[in-house]
Nanobody, 121 residues
Framework: VQLQASGGGLVQAGGSPRLSCAASGRTLNRYGAGWFRQAPGKEREFVAAITRNGGSTYYSDSVKGRFTISRDNAKNTMYLQMNSLKPEDTAVYYC???????????????WGQGTQVTVSS
């Protein structure tokens, strides 16, 4: 499956952009899916994940309560609604897919190309 992330850009602190991840080649509902991010000089970190049918979601402590992951399998697309953005959320955001959402940090089979989110204070 090919993943294409979009929706990043320059956002003011407190803003609420939404990232999208469109899948092609295979249907996204075959996979658990999620988002990771990598800030300058730091390692890539887990942000959020969602199960195949969208019934369960998982978040890192740093975004819990501010970000919401969702998916529309009919559109073969996953989303990340980001609210109350902080400058420390600045990073390249990557979408990813694998066999199981809850194991996405240990097995990720597919990666999108990344979209830059820059939060200005």
């Amino acid at each position: 499956v090919q993943l294409q992330a979009s929706g990043g850009g320059l956002v003011q602190a407190g803003g609420s952009p939404r990232l999208s991840c469109a899948a092609s080649g295979r249907t996204l509902n075959r996979y658990g899916a999620g988002w990771f991010r990598q800030a300058p000089g730091k390692e890539r970190e887990f942000v959020a994940a969602i199960t195949r049918n969208g019934g369960s979601t998982y978040y890192s402590d740093s975004v819990k309560g501010r970000f919401t992951i969702s998916r529309d399998n009919a559109k073969n697309t996953m989303y990340l609604q980001m609210n109350s953005l902080k400058p420390e959320d600045t990073a390249v955001y990557y979408c990813a897919a694998g066999p199981a959402a809850q194991a996405l940090t240990t097995r990720t089979d597919y990666w999108g190309q990344g979209t830059q989110v820059t939060v200005s204070s």
